[in-house]
């Protein structure tokens, strides 16, 4: 990066007159924490307008958002999000993963979005602050974390279509619960046959909330389906493996080589997947980033030369799939157990996160 990042933001901190009490969020993190439910006392605010930039930089207590109701975002859906999550280590230390690559995409997101960047700094900036004030919302049980997401949004009041000329972000977190409470399964996935999540030049390598309302009807069908997660294919030939709804995929082969989809311009390019490819060089496996079609995954499956399957992403980490299921298609078996290599890289990964294992690639930054 060349650009030189802007003087820091001084931030106001307002602490909530209605902050839960010491045993009122004990008791909550005490019971099952599930995933996005429960929200923490505070949240993060910066505006942002085309003439004065980034400003008003401020903690404040969490509630609701007031937005005039011409603002942009309400009707053009100019908007932005980043999801990462922070780890209590066993010392009590409070730290993140990669959060630099989180805070780059967020600007690539913004870019494809025409809304204002952040910099990476501030980006960065932004959960140490929330932390600073919200750390006893961190949990310390096994596999449990505080998601944060931070959002973008274009909150001009104007009904003209252009890029908004004003726009907030802001940061709230959510403790979360181990993804898998009993254990790693793997999961049922169902094959799109019919919608695509993103089209050729459109917004699928931006992590913006119209996909995810683009994924949400193939998603009811593959849950009618006993499915709990969507396969989209390639909105161009319908042939190859693109990502689930919000998670990125993998297949195993049984001589030591790992593939993943490569970044095509409509798969998001996750940070997860991203630290997977790393660990897996690592392990001496071959790794490549190709096309995979859905030929090659039926076939390969079927002759034993594929012989694991799974997603990635930063709220489950991995999840195995044990089946593929379509239209007249069924690739793998629901019931399979989890696969070795899944399983080990998904250990490998947790570890590192939770300051079990060395950071050898420098990943982790300390929030506290
Ligand atoms: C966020 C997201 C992912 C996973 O990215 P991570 O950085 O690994 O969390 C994958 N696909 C989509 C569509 C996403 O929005």
Redo the contacts with the bound molecule.
């Keep these: 990066m060349t650009t030189p990042s802007a003087a820091p933001l001084a931030y106001r901190v307002t602490p909530s007159t209605h902050a839960r009490t010491d045993e009122a969020r004990a008791a909550l993190l005490a019971g099952d924490l599930g995933f996005g439910k429960h929200l923490t006392d505070h949240m993060v605010t910066i505006d942002w307008d085309a003439a004065g930039g980034w400003h008003d930089a401020r903690v404040h207590a969490y509630g609701p958002l007031s937005l005039d109701p011409a603002a942009a975002v309400l009707h053009y859906g100019q908007e932005i999000f980043e999801?990462i999550k922070a780890y209590r280590h066993a010392d009590g230390s409070i730290w993140t993963f990669r959060p630099r690559a989180n805070g780059e995409r967020l600007q690539r997101s913004a870019a494809r979005l025409a809304l204002p960047q952040l910099p990476v700094d501030e980006f960065v900036e932004s959960l140490r602050q929330l932390v600073a004030v919200d750390h006893e919302w961190v949990p310390s049980a096994a596999e449990t974390s505080l998601y944060f997401r931070p959002f973008m949004i274009a909150t001009e009041a104007f009904l003209g279509v252009r890029a908004a000329q004003a726009a907030a972000y802001h940061v709230i977190a959510s403790p979360a619960g181990a993804y898998f409470a009993n254990g790693v399964s793997p999961v049922s996935i169902w094959l799109s046959q019919e919608y695509a999540r993103a089209a050729k030049g459109g917004t699928g390598a931006a992590?913006c909330g119209g996909?995810y309302a683009a994924s949400l009807l193939p998603q009811l069908e593959a849950r009618a389906q006993g499915c709990s997660q969507v396969l989209f294919l390639d909105p161009v030939e319908g042939k190859y493996l693109e990502?689930l709804?919000?998670?990125?995929v993998f297949l195993v082969y049984a001589d030591g080589r790992i593939v993943t989809p490569e970044l095509s311009g409509s798969i998001?390019d996750?940070?997860?997947?991203h630290s997977i490819l790393q660990l897996a060089r690592d392990r001496g496996l071959q790794v490549e980033e190709r096309k995979v079609s859905l030929d090659e995954w039926r076939d390969g499956v079927a002759s034993g030369e594929i012989v694991e399957a799974f997603a990635?992403?930063?709220a489950a980490v991995i999840t195995p799939i044990g089946e593929l299921k379509g239209k007249d298609l069924s690739i793998g078996d629901a019931n399979a157990p989890a696969g070795e290599v899944t399983m080990a890289i998904r250990k490998e990964l947790t570890d590192i996160q939770y300051g079990r294992l060395p950071d050898r690639h420098g990943w982790l930054v300390r929030l506290r």
Excluded at 245 to 248: D, E, I, K
Excluded at 270 to 273: A, P
């Design positions: 999801g992590k996909n990502e709804g919000g998670m990125n998001l996750g940070i997860t997947r990635c992403g930063t």
